[in-house]
Every structure is written in C-alpha cells, then in structure tokens.
C-alpha cells in the first residue's frame, strides 16, 4: 500500500526559508491523486497547507498563499513544500498526506516531521 | 472563511457511547471525514463520505448527519480510543475546506 514520508531541517531561522519533501513509495505519484501538506503548532489543531496534482496543478490555503511553494518531481516519485518568511508560529509538526481538503479525505498520512523556527 | 466547529472535550466511561458533533453551514450539502489522532502519531481516518468506514477501522466506529451537524459516535469505548478527533469538510462551493478544531475524549 502506499506510504509516505517526510524529510527536511528540523530547524530553521527567522525569515528563512521552511523546505521538505515527501517521498512516495507503494505507489505512483502520477495516478489519480491529489498530494498534501497539513501542519499541527504544538498542542495546536491541524491546518491545510496545499495541495497538488502531479500535473503540477496546485491550490494553497489562503492565509498561507504568499509564502508557500509546493511542487512534484515525478521521476523521483516525491512532492515537496517550501514556506518562505518562517517565523516562531510556523514552528509546528508537518505532515504529508494523499488527499484534497475540499473534495477527499486524507489517507495515508506520513509519519509527520517537526520543524522549530529558531535562531 | 469556512469553520467547522466541534466541542472542545468529551468524556465518557468505558463501555459507554461517545458521541463527538461537528457543526458546519455547509455540511448538508458537503460530505465530512473523521480522523483519530493519538499523542504523538499522526491522524488516521475513521469515517469517510459522512458515515462510511475504511478497511481495519472497527464497527464501534460510525457516522452521520442531519442539517448543519454531523456525529462521529464511538459505541462500547474502550481505554483505546482516548485521542483527538478531528472532523474535516468543505465550503458550499466545493472551494476551500477545513479541519473542525478537534475533540479531546478522555475515557474515565
């Protein structure tokens, strides 16, 4: 069945930039499929990030839209979230997961990678 | 924007049925998803399309909705289903969709 797992800093500074990929493996990225991001602040709910198809189609969540950047590279099998501007609120559990927020649900999820903004 | 709201805690004994709300303007005509986050772990689907339930998640676990609210109810709770829950839908339009807040349900 498909997995997925994320990869990246587990730290960034200020007004840096926020990068992680998710690899995907079982599966092909390139099927009928939309590909999310969704983060959790510590002791915090969840939040939709974005999401993309693999014909490099995206949606993004609002609040987010300016500073955020996801893309697929299909020969690796991968999609990955860039998060410009980072400040300590962005300092939260980031997750992968097969889905799209308005029209599916989500699942699987990855395992989910903690990413603190500090200097 | 859209919100989907759900209380913020439940608490039930085992044994007992839990039952988790989720109130939205828009659920009548948009289906909502369920999923159970444990500490630490990341969050696992339990109803999809409203009252449908995936491959491995046990029959205790159901869903439903009439109006604005749909229910997650959880018959015979066991110390096991002690996590968070989070409902999941979309606006009218099929446009933006958002996760409720979460409910915390503690098993006394």
């Known amino acids: 069945q498909v997995q997925l797992q994320e990869s990246g800093p587990g730290l960034v500074k200020p007004s840096g930039t926020l990068s992680l990929t998710c690899a995907v493996s079982g599966g092909s990225i390139s099927s009928s499929n939309w590909w999310s991001w969704v983060r959790q602040p510590p002791g915090k709910g969840l939040e939709w990030i974005g999401e993309?198809?693999?014909?490099?189609?995206?949606n993004y969540n609002p609040s987010l839209k300016s500073r955020v950047t996801i893309s697929v590279d299909k020969s690796k099998n991968q999609f990955s979230l860039k998060l410009s501007s980072v400040t300590a609120a962005d300092t939260a559990v980031y997750y992968c997961a097969r889905g799209r927020i308005a029209l599916n649900w989500f699942d699987p999820w990855g395992q989910g990678t903690l990413v603190t903004v500090s200097s | 924007s859209y919100e989907l709201t759900q209380p913020p805690s439940v608490s039930v004994s085992p044994g007992q049925t839990a039952r988790i709300t989720c109130s939205g303007d828009?659920?009548?005509?948009?289906?909502a998803y369920w999923y159970q986050q444990k500490p630490g772990q990341a969050p696992v689907l339990v109803i999809y399309k409203d009252s449908e339930r995936p491959s491995g998640i046990p029959e205790r676990f159901s869903g439903s909705s009439s109006g604005t609210t749909v229910t997650l109810t959880i018959s015979g709770v066991q110390a096991e289903d002690e996590a968070d829950y989070y409902c999941q839908s979309a606006d009218s339009s099929g446009t933006y969709g958002v996760f409720g807040g979460g409910t915390k349900l503690t098993v006394l």
């Open positions: 993309i198809y693999h014909s490099g189609s995206t």
């Open positions: 828009a659920l009548p005509k948009q289906y």
